[in-house]
């Protein structure tokens, strides 16, 4: 199973929503991604997880709150979004951070803030 | 820095026809190099990496590419053509062992029947 899940598929919230994207892998995957698409813009990274710590935070925004509660499992809390937030949020996995391994994606959560 | 530029974002081929998709990198020492596949509404998926191993890598759906030292690049081709390989490819590149990747602006590949 070289699967990643991402939950919702879409979503839309308000400026002054809470709400929490989610992504799971049972690859036994120890590195967990969180990546932001715009239209027609290839991924940039946010977040990076190894061993269930949080290894790196590329300059996100606070508004954006990272969570691994176990090594399987990878949330994505938003709090206060802006319009330019709205993308596509793209979860990642692979055996470790280091590139050698294929990192494998999940099909994205759509966000539209409003 | 390392970076890659991917020369056209838009590349237009008949179905059975021949696919070339050009990247270039610019690194002082050879990096890991990759290419993926984004179909319309998902994710990302790898077609295939070169990490020094060969200087030509298959990868799957009929997809290779050769790493060009002298020329920096790594392009990718499909001999033939399907309806199915209309997507978005990104040609990526990192450090060894780096957690992050490079992506390039990325080429839309139609293909007409």
């Known amino acids: 199973d070289t699967e990643v899940t991402q939950t919702p598929k879409h979503l839309v919230m308000g400026m002054t929503n809470k709400k929490s994207l989610k992504c799971e892998q049972h690859m036994g995957h120890r590195a967990m991604y969180w990546y932001k698409q715009k239209a027609k813009k290839p991924p940039e990274l946010m977040f990076v997880y190894s061993y269930e710590k949080l290894s790196i935070n590329e300059s996100v925004p606070s508004r954006f709150s990272p969570e691994c509660p176990n090594s399987s499992l990878l949330n994505l809390h938003l709090h206060a979004l802006q319009p330019e937030d709205s993308a596509l949020y793209l979860c990642a996995s692979s055996q470790d951070h280091r590139l050698l391994d294929t990192q494998y994606f999940g099909p994205g959560t759509r966000l539209t803030v409003l | 820095a390392q970076s890659v530029t991917q020369l056209g974002s838009h590349v237009s081929v008949s179905e059975g026809a021949l696919v070339l998709l050009r990247c270039n990198y610019s690194?002082?020492?050879?990096?890991?190099l990759f290419w993926y596949v984004q179909y319309p509404n998902q994710g990302l998926q790898l077609l295939l990496k070169y990490t020094s191993a060969a200087t030509l890598v298959k990868g799957i759906n009929g997809f290779e590419a050769e790493f060009k030292k002298s020329e920096t690049s790594f392009h990718l081709t499909k001999p033939s053509a399907h309806m199915s390989d209309a997507a978005e490819y990104f040609c990526a590149v990192s450090k060894t062992n780096d957690y992050k990747l490079s992506f390039g602006a990325g080429t839309t590949v139609t293909v007409r029947a």
């Open positions: 690194s002082s020492v050879p990096p890991y």
